[in-house]
């Protein structure tokens, strides 16, 4: 996708704050932290919301996990705790679409979200 800023992000084009990168996904410092750590880990290739996720691309999602808890382990948060979250469509709070997850953490967090 030529005009999507996460899609640059994932090919070099633009650089992000990158903490966390494997051959299918990318992580980077979120760039208006709501929390003292505030990362987005997103697959590389594009994926525009939660629902587009389908059998072929499922996988994706176990390994936006799989790279949420070693980015939370390397900031030091993956013992006292943390939070991920994925936004999906305009109602969800999602303002990107190219699929994300947040991980936040060290604050302790509030629930229900607003
Ligand atoms: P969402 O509202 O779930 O779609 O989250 C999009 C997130 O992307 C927001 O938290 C933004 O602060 C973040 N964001 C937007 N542009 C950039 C950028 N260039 N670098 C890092 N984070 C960004
Ligand atoms: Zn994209």
Same mark, same amino acid.
């Given at each position: 996708?030529? !005009?999507?800023?996460?899609?640059?992000?994932?090919? +070099? &084009?633009?650089? *992000? /704050?990158?903490?966390? &990168? $494997? $051959? /299918? #996904?990318?992580?980077?410092? /979120?760039?208006?932290?709501?929390?003292?750590?505030?990362?987005?880990?997103? *697959?590389?290739?594009?994926?525009?919301t939660?629902? !587009?996720? !389908?059998? !072929?691309?499922?996988?994706?999602?176990?390994?936006? =996990?799989?790279?949420?808890?070693? #980015?939370? /382990?390397? &900031? +030091?948060?993956? &013992?006292?705790?943390?939070?991920? #979250?994925?936004?999906?469509?305009?109602? +969800?709070?999602?303002?990107?679409?190219?699929?994300?997850?947040?991980? =936040? +953490?060290?604050? *302790?967090?509030?629930?229900? *979200?607003g």
């Amino acid at each position: 996708m030529t !005009d999507c800023i996460f899609c640059k992000m994932a090919s +070099g &084009e633009i650089t *992000p /704050d990158t903490i966390y &990168e $494997d $051959d /299918d #996904v990318l992580a980077f410092r /979120d760039l208006h932290p709501q929390a003292p750590t505030h990362v987005l880990v997103i *697959p590389k290739r594009h994926v525009s919301t939660l629902n !587009d996720l !389908d059998a !072929d691309s499922a996988g994706l999602a176990g390994k936006l =996990l799989l790279a949420a808890a070693k #980015v939370a /382990d390397r &900031e +030091g948060i993956a &013992e006292q705790g943390y939070r991920t #979250v994925i936004n999906c469509n305009t109602a +969800g709070g999602q303002t990107v679409f190219h699929l994300h997850l947040h991980l =936040l +953490g060290g604050r *302790p967090m509030h629930w229900p *979200p607003g």
